[in-house]
């Protein structure tokens, strides 16, 4: 008889491992197999240091699996964003409305060992240096490619966390439209880093995202608990008429970048002793939305996290959007013994929130790199919080919606699509807020945005 509280997934990466955590915590039988080799063992793949912004919802769903705590133990605090004007100039925006709406900084590597470790205590069973190479969706038989050999193995249902370009996908697709489409981003990415000062302490306040947002481009950089800062510089990749502004193909060589950061970057390049060593050793990163109609194939497979979904990163979401996908894929599995129904519950509850927070990425990559900076954006701005503070529990920020609450993504986008409205009209032609309304405005808000629920 087969086991029905067996599971397979693909893919201990960083949704891989959390659900792992999760299932097997509840008691399911878990199987996962990694393409790469065991992290523990061999080093985190890349060896660099690259970090990731966490925030309410992954932390939420890291609680949740009792890991939090070990996750935070190595993060660094972001209180808001540094925003590093052309002229020196600095100037801290905060996030939220005190130190308990913050971000943190985690390191990819220690994050997704922390995750294993969980994984592997709660009983999953974890199998290294398996790739999946093909599926037989009749025979329920897997089969996984490592040390040389084809790896068979049979499943009752296979989870799909092999990110962005996932092979658990690929194989789906040969059974069943799932309505694909890829969206690349005409920018590509460099990761680059600064590191500690002599005295071995950070050469830049550590408790802030640094952003230095110039037009059609920008930089940012993030701490790391090591005192080192790993820079992430976005570039145009492509001709895209960009009409002179610097691309992957203007900027190639080390000294085209040390040139670059001369002219935009001139406070950063100092304390980036390595630059021209990183940017021609470091490969350029490319950026893409993925797109599904369907996420499931009936009980046999679903996908989730990158596999699924997979956005922009300038939200800072698609790891803790992937989280929340684990916590609410792993309860609609506990919640009913028919397993299809639960995977296109699932589908149901995430698909329209997946497709919100790709384009709330999107939209904030615009945000970032054009309006961080600029007299209009920054009014709005302050009205926004003077809005929140007269009603709190009505006017909340898109971006706290989004980072320090679990509102569903689409709610946030639909609320934040109203408040957007209302701060542009309210300031239009305005250089202060000096005369406005309040009353009207006050009225406003109360008519078309009700109260949020308090989050459990
Ligand atoms: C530049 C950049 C910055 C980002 N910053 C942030 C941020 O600040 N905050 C945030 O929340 N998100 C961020 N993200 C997004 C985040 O990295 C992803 O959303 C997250 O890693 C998704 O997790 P995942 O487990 O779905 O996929 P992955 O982390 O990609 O894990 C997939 C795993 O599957 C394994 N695998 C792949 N193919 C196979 C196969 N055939 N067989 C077996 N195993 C396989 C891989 O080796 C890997 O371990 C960023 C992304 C980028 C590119």
């Excluded at 913050?102 to 398996?130: C, K, M, P, Q, T």
């Excluded at 952003?211 to 820079?231: H, K, Q, S």
């Excluded at 509850?349 to 615009?366: D, F, H, S, T």
Aim: proline share 4%; net charge negative; with cysteine.
């Amino acid at each position: 008889m087969s086991d029905q509280r067996q599971l397979t997934i693909v893919g201990a990466g960083l949704a891989g491992a959390l659900l792992a955590t999760l299932l097997a915590r509840r008691g399911w039988t878990v199987d996962v197999f990694e393409r790469r080799g065991d992290p523990r063992v061999e080093g985190y793949a890349g060896g660099r240091s690259i970090n990731l912004a966490l925030a309410e919802r992954g932390l939420h769903a890291l609680r949740s699996a009792d890991a939090a705590d070990a996750v935070l133990a190595h993060a660094v605090m972001m209180r808001g964003r540094m925003v590093h004007f052309l002229d020196g100039g600095e100037q801290l925006q905060r996030y939220g409305r005190d130190d308990s709406e913050v971000i943190w900084s985690v390191s990819r590597g220690e994050l997704n060992i922390s995750l294993i470790d969980a994984a592997e205590a709660a009983g999953a069973r974890l199998h290294f240096d398996r790739r999946l190479d093909s599926v037989d969706f009749d025979a329920r038989m897997a089969t996984f490619l490592g040390d040389g050999h084809a790896h068979m193995h049979r499943f009752e249902a296979l989870l799909g966390a092999d990110g962005a370009g996932s092979a658990l996908r690929q194989q789906m697709q040969r059974v069943a439209s799932l309505g694909e489409r890829m969206e690349w981003l005409d920018h590509g990415y460099k990761e680059l880093e600064i590191p500690p000062a002599r005295d071995g302490g950070f050469r830049m306040e550590p408790n802030a995202l640094h952003i230095w947002p110039r037009g059609r481009y920008m930089c940012i950089a993030l701490p790391n608990d090591e005192r080192t800062f790993t820079v992430t510089l976005f570039l145009p990749s492509q001709s895209n008429g960009s009409h002179g502004a610097p691309s992957f193909e203007t900027i190639v060589s080390g000294a085209d970048a040390r040139a670059l950061f001369a002219r935009d970057f001139a406070d950063a390049l100092p304390l980036m002793p390595e630059l021209e060593n990183d940017f021609e050793a470091h490969p350029t990163g490319t950026l893409a939305t993925l797109y599904l109609d369907r996420w499931s194939l009936d009980d046999r497979a679903v996908l989730l996290g990158d596999a699924a979904h997979a956005m922009v990163p300038f939200h800072g979401q698609g790891m803790n959007c992937a989280f929340e996908d684990c916590v609410a894929l792993a309860s609609h599995l506990d919640a009913t013994t028919d397993r299809a129904a639960a995977f296109a519950a699932f589908e149901a509850e995430r698909l329209p929130n997946a497709r919100a927070i790709q384009k709330m990425a999107l939209e904030n990559y615009l945000e970032m790199r054009e309006r961080v900076d600029d007299a209009d954006f920054l009014l709005q701005r302050a009205l926004e919080q003077a809005l929140a503070e007269r009603h709190p529990d009505r006017f909340v920020p898109r971006y706290a919606m989004v980072t320090f609450r679990r509102i569903p993504y689409a709610t946030a986008f639909e609320r934040g699509r109203i408040q957007r409205e209302l701060l542009v009209e309210a300031t239009r032609d305005r250089q202060s807020l000096d005369g406005i309304d309040w009353s009207t405005l006050d009225a406003e808000v109360e008519r078309l945005l009700p109260p949020l629920p308090p989050e459990a």
